[in-house]
């Protein structure tokens, strides 16, 4: 089955500088990467994904790239303030199947003001 | 739509009770899953459904977790009996359609059993 592996587990950056977290993945059937949000109590949110028919993708402050070669992707956000601080979760599927997600181990992001 | 609903939003039990959560998916979608997460073992997948069916179940971690989906607006997992080690908080959460891929979470439910 799919392995996801999700680095750094913590994350501190000051208000305005950028924040790379960077994922794994072991399956070369997958095709399909969320990353999701999940602020303090809440529940996890998607914020961006991406397929594996683009290397990158880009939503205002947040930006995904893919290597499929290389089987690594990465959630960036520039600009970052301090309502950016949550749990971010990547994850990986094929989108081909009825596979679930399977779930990084999640970074937990502290914007300092 | 009101999103995926879950109840109780929290649960105190004692060991040994036995613990009943319930969740609502989104309606029209065909896909739900029930997920743990703690902080030790990250968000776990413990089973999901489509179209009713359990389709892996693989993740549910004991005989004591069981998981019932009677039809398309209701889901329920079930813990008997409740230990402390299951002490979580549990997401259900549902999925639009085989080629939509986005999973929307319900709010959770904190399990603390003492």
């Known amino acids: 089955g799919e392995n996801v592996e999700q680095h750094p587990s913590t994350l501190s950056v000051q208000e305005g500088d950028s924040a790379v977290i960077k994922c794994t993945y072991s399956?070369?059937?997958?095709?399909?990467f969320p990353w999701y949000k999940q602020e303090l109590g809440k529940r996890p949110q998607l914020i961006i994904d991406?397929?594996?028919?683009?290397g990158e993708k880009k939503d205002q402050r947040i930006a995904v790239t893919l290597n499929k070669t290389a089987k690594h992707f990465s959630l960036h956000i520039t600009e970052t303030q301090p309502e950016d601080s949550a749990v971010y979760f990547c994850?990986?599927?094929?989108?081909?199947?009825?596979?679930?997600?399977?779930f990084g181990s999640g970074t937990q992001l502290t914007v300092l003001p | 739509d009101a999103g995926v609903i879950q109840s109780p939003r929290h649960e105190v039990t004692e060991m040994g009770q036995e613990v009943t959560l319930r969740c609502k998916p989104i309606?029209?979608?065909?896909?739900l899953f029930w997920y743990r997460q703690t902080m030790m073992r990250g968000l776990e997948l413990l089973i999901y459904?489509?179209?009713?069916?359990?389709?892996?179940d693989s993740g549910m971690p004991e005989d004591r977790f069981s998981a019932k989906m009677p039809n398309a607006s209701f889901s329920t997992l079930k813990i008997q009996p409740s230990e402390p080690r299951d002490s979580a908080v549990y997401f259900c959460?549902?999925?639009?359609?085989?080629?939509?891929?986005?999973?929307?979470f319900g709010p959770g439910t904190r399990l603390t059993v003492t």
């Open positions: 994850a990986a599927t094929y989108s081909g199947s009825a596979r679930q997600l399977t």
């Open positions: 399956d070369s059937a997958s095709n399909y």
């Open positions: 959460a549902s999925r639009k359609r085989r080629g939509d891929y986005e999973q929307y």
């Open positions: 991406i397929r594996s028919n683009v």
């Open positions: 309606s029209g979608h065909d896909y």
């Open positions: 459904f489509n179209n009713n069916v359990p389709i892996d």
